[in-house]
């Protein structure tokens, strides 16, 4: 797959089969889209997705609140791995955002693009201030000779579900129901970093995960099963996401215990894949009753990796 960081970049003698959104989580409604896409292509067009960053929440209502399901390099390996050809990451700024429908249709798809066909959700705005529709777009598809296809909302509404959904699932700790709707594992990609070192001593050594996208959401605090791949090798494990009261500690923090490994990690980028949530973060009266629960929480860890598998 092919990546560009502004439509400007784009650059093709064929025609392309397109379509665009933030597709944050490319949960099962987006790859609906995206197979779609793939599949309409030719020896003649080659598919593209045309997604924006930031956020355009972000620019357009200040929302810097807002937390993402994908970095930029994970919704791009997401998208890879459907069988896209070529991603267009655009800047969204405040001038994009002021692009009429026509401006945008004529000037990127028409001009850049050299858009033979676009699939869209039925429901998809786009234009200054979101004014036009898809009637509007089909209206354009006749006057510069694309094609126009429309998802249809009962196909979109076979898998209800959107990524506020996903998001929500995921501060509520239900890792279940948000894996459920982004057909795939949530995961985290970051770099091991240099921690306290507290669980070495007490037999459970720890992977710190450090991730530099302050927008990426980070899902509840509490202990989760989890599992890596790490040189080739699946590896599973436990992670605590929080605090560490016990030891009073002042920042959030993700800690990750490998079972099975004795590899020293620092500095390694580490995708980790959430699979469960045991429990809530707790404070313990001691570091020896917080010993006594890790080792609980390995066993339920190990027993759900038992029956997944």
């Known amino acids: ?26 949960h099962i409604g987006h790859r609906k889209i995206i197979e779609r896409l793939v599949q309409n292509t030719d020896e003649n067009t080659a598919s593209l997705v045309l997604t924006f960053f930031p956020h355009p929440r972000m620019v357009l209502q200040g929302d810097s609140e807002i937390k993402l399901l994908n970095t ?10 459907i069988g896209l050809e070529n991603l267009v990451i655009h800047p969204f700024d405040q001038t994009f955002s002021r692009l009429t429908a026509e401006e945008f249709v004529k000037n990127i798809l028409v001009d850049i693009f050299k858009i033979k066909k ?15 529709n898809i009637d509007d777009l089909i209206v354009f598809g006749e006057l510069y000779n694309f094609e126009v296809e429309q998802i249809s909302p009962q196909e979109i509404n076979e898998v209800s579900v959107s990524s506020t959904k996903i998001r929500n699932a995921l501060m509520e700790g239900n890792i279940q129901r948000a894996n459920d709707y982004l057909g795939y594992e949530y995961f985290l990609t970051g770099t ?20 530099k996208e302050n927008y990426k959401l980070i899902p509840l605090t509490g202990v989760y099963v989890v599992k890596s791949i790490i040189d080739g090798k699946t590896v599973y494990g436990m992670m605590n996401i929080g605090f560490n009261p016990t030891v009073s500690g002042q920042k959030q923090t993700i800690e990750i215990h490998y079972f099975d490994l004795d590899e020293d990690l620092y500095e390694k980028e580490i995708r980790v894949c959430i699979l469960s949530r ?9 570091v020896s009753k917080l ?19």
């Open 1 to 26: 797959m092919k990546i560009f960081n502004a439509v400007h970049d784009f650059k093709t003698q064929s025609g392309t089969i397109v379509t665009l959104g933030t597709f944050d989580g490319v």
């Open 291 to 309: 010993q006594k629960q890790l080792a609980k929480d390995k066993h339920t860890s190990l027993e759900f990796i038992k029956n997944k598998k």
């Open 118 to 132: 676009i699939i869209i959700g039925h429901d998809h705005r786009f234009g200054r201030n979101r004014t036009a």
């Open 72 to 81: 930029i390099d994970e919704k791009a390996f997401l998208l890879e791995k």
């Open 192 to 211: 091991i970093e240099k921690g306290k070192q507290l669980g070495r001593t007490i037999g459970f050594p720890t992977a710190n995960l450090g991730i």
């Open 278 to 286: 045991i429990r809530s973060e707790q404070k313990f009266e001691s």
